[in-house]
């Protein structure tokens, strides 16, 4: 293999251990490729120097099932990002040579202690973050966050040690707060001393200034140089000049003693108290440094989510072959109003893709893209591009670019680059990605040409997913004539003899040497000259054939995306239309629904005032012939009862017979009513509905929206003496046994008022079976009102003689 220096190079994707040359060799290829540029935007994103590291190191997967899951843990870490008020990265440190010194059992300095106290309080952090409701918003997180171990008694331990601003607490111990207790008294007991000096009227001239200092840690005072022997005390330092000399009175020497006594105390506890923090860290330096991995790794994660964003970047959709599918592809590293959006789709129908045109057109950043990108994918990256955009996992991705000569192999460009074509050709599959820039170039043009189109055959055969860029006319027309090859180039605007940068599918283009050559200064007598040549090429002809054939494939693509535009509009308007004649038939179902429903109220306000207009007429109809009084009363209920109001339409699906089984809940829309269905008898269908049984045609059953029947009668016997009935509260029964026909009548008659308004059928009236003339009573009452269907005596075994039942 080639060694890195300039020359053509290669890149072998995987993850097996490599040597220095095929390392030196991938190292190239990331900078050849800007994934080395991509690594460092991401190192950008990690919060600590861990996280910074995996960015550095992060290479390609090559198994589906990983990528997919870092594919999902950089959806998690996105969708946390936006949506969620903050996130579990906090403060954390590279504590993995302190806890190797706490290992050896070497006593950490306060600053080691506070880094790995901020970072194990990170670390529950980051444990607690993805607890309760966030447990299943990020599945992915959650499962690593889970692997951390909380140390909320080491925090807590460690708090009492060192205080907020990270120094050590006072009262970390009970001998250290004694020592600085003793310590204050001494130094308020120095304090008052020196204070009694200065303001001793015989000490008045001695003092250069009237304050307390220190030096070599002992308390002094700055006494005149002309003074120091009438002054009882012993010189600590003096000042530059000579002039002042700091001395510690005599009576204070014992005191000062004794405060260094303490201070050398305090040094001792202090040292004892950071063993003793040291020992516990040690105990739990292999919790530390898992939870400080798995913390490490989330913050990662959450920096190729930041990374995601910042770019705009989308999820690619995994391929579970060799489909690579691009929409409006943007290289990441080309300024935004730089970048030209390229979409192609190549690995399904065709496997290789030649892409031509001129020279600083685009060819090459087209070719680097697609790598680029399946880098990303397979690293758990999202892509710069479009919803819909698709990737595979490849096996290998080889790629040979660039022109420059091997000067350190003295390898000519072509000796380089068939040099790093035959270490792969051999051994490339069906599951690598092949990018060359330039095929054949650097040699005779007509070898050239000839291997550039042996090599895409042989790759072709072998369907290997491949982009080649080339000039030459033979590979333009080699995709015209070879399934599975496809023609693309990069667009070049003749008017400005400028690149557009747009790369154009199924057509292959022009390099327009020409005209590159005019906008640079080469004069045009040899530009003429040169054009004369050209046309006495023999491949001229094929060129002028192809060219009309591009002008005619671009005319055929534009008017095809001319009719996809028209048909998506179509389309576009044909659901609107669907959406406004849904909507019109919705509100006129809303308006039937709530017109039905305020008549149905109103029916019912008519006949609640009707009964009371009733009520008080038969209170007066003593003196009024009493069949007449009933007629009148039939008369008005018979108008009110003539009120028609319309039935809710009905939007719900028929049911063939077929699919009618014994228990199904079904819809009968001559009731109104959902019922579960008892039996089947040829096309009569017996359904249950409440407490009443009907058979109908199986024409009138619907599928029902409700899942189970509710029964919405409340069964219980009514007591006319206890209370009244509502609307919203009926009973199916009325008991009126002992009472006479004048004074049972008036209470049938409201309760089955009350339940016919309630929609209640069929209902029970107990009156026992004595003499039979309560019951006669009653029935003669039944046949007046025309509300009532029928009535008969109930079943034995509900009553028999004694119940009559009422159907309305």
Known sequence: MIKEGGCPLLFLCNLMTISFEEYMIRKSIYDALDFNDIRKILQEKAPSMLSKKMAENIVPETDYLKVEKLLNETENACICITEETSTPIGETHNISFILEKAKKRICLIPEECIDVLSSIETYNKMYNYFIGERNLKYPYLQVISNEIVPLNELVEDMKKVFTESGEINKKASSKLAQIYKEKEIIKNRIRREFQRILQDSKYETFFQDRIITQRNGRYVIPVKESFKYK????????????????????????????????????????????????????????????????????????????????????????????????????????????????????????????????????????????????????????????????????????????????????????????????????????KDLILLDELGSGTDPVEGAALAQSVTEYLSDKGIVSIITSHFSEMKKLAYEKEGILNAFVEFDEKTLMPTYNLILGVAGNSNAFN?????????????????????????????????????????????????????????????????????????????????????????????????????????????????????????????????????LNFRDSLELKDIKKGDNVYIDTLNQDGVVNSISGKKITVICGNITVTVDFRHCFRSHNIKTEKKVINKIYNPIKSEFSVQSVSTNINVIGKTVDEAVPLVDKFLNQCFMAGVSPVQIIHGKGTGSLRRGIHEHLKTLNFIKEFHLADARFGGAGVTEVYF
Not at 547 to 567: F, P, Y
Not at 631 to 638: G, H, L, P, Q
């Open 231 to 430: 002054f009882d005390g012993i010189v600590h330092d003096s000042s530059s000049t000579g002039q002042t000399l700091f001395m510690e009175p005599l009576f204070s020497v014992h005191l000062n003693n004794d405060l260094t006594e303490l201070e050398v105390a305090e040094k001792k506890e202090i040292k004892l108290i950071l063993e003793s923090v040291t020992n516990s860290i040690r105990e739990s330096a292999d919790i530390i440094k898992n939870n400080c991995d798995k913390a490490t790794l989330l913050e990662f994660i959450f920096a190729r989510g930041n990374l995601a964003l910042s770019m705009k970047a989308k999820r690619a959709a995994l391929s579970d072959g060799t489909e690579i599918k691009l929409i409006n592809a943007k290289h990441p590293l080309i300024l935004k109003d730089k970048v030209v959006p390229i979409s192609f789709e190549i690995g399904k129908n065709y496997k290789i893709m030649i892409i031509t045109g001129a020279n600083a057109g685009g060819k090459t950043i087209a070719m680097k893209t697609a790598g680029l990108f399946c880098m990303m994918n397979q690293c758990g990256l999202f892509i710069p591009a479009d919803e819909g955009s698709v990737l595979p996992v490849f096996k290998n991705i080889y790629a040979i670019i660039g022109d420059e000569q091997s000067i350190q192999n003295n390898l000519s460009t072509f000796s380089a680059y068939i040099t790093q074509l035959s270490s792969f050709l051999h051994k490339a599959s069906k």
């Open 516 to 648: 590159i050559c005019k906008r640079f200064g080469i004069p045009e007598f040899i530009l003429e000259r040169a054009l004369e040549l050209k046309e006495k090429s023999s491949l001229y002809n094929v060129e002028k054939i192809m060219e009309r054939l591009n002008c005619e494939i671009r005319s055929v693509e534009k008017e095809r995306k001319d009719l996809k535009n028209s048909i998506d509009e179509a389309d576009k308007l044909k659901l609107n239309l669907q959406n406004e004649v849904e909507n019109f038939y919705k509100k006129k179902a809303d308006i039937l629904e709530k017109a039905r429903v305020e008549a149905e109220n109103m029916k019912r306000s008519v006949r609640v005032e009707a009964e009371n207009i009733i009520k008080d007429l038969k209170k007066k109809a003593a003196k009024i012939e009493k069949e007449t009084v009933n007629k009148d009363v039939t008369s008005i209920r018979n108008r009110i009862d003539g009120i028609n109001i319309p039935d809710s």
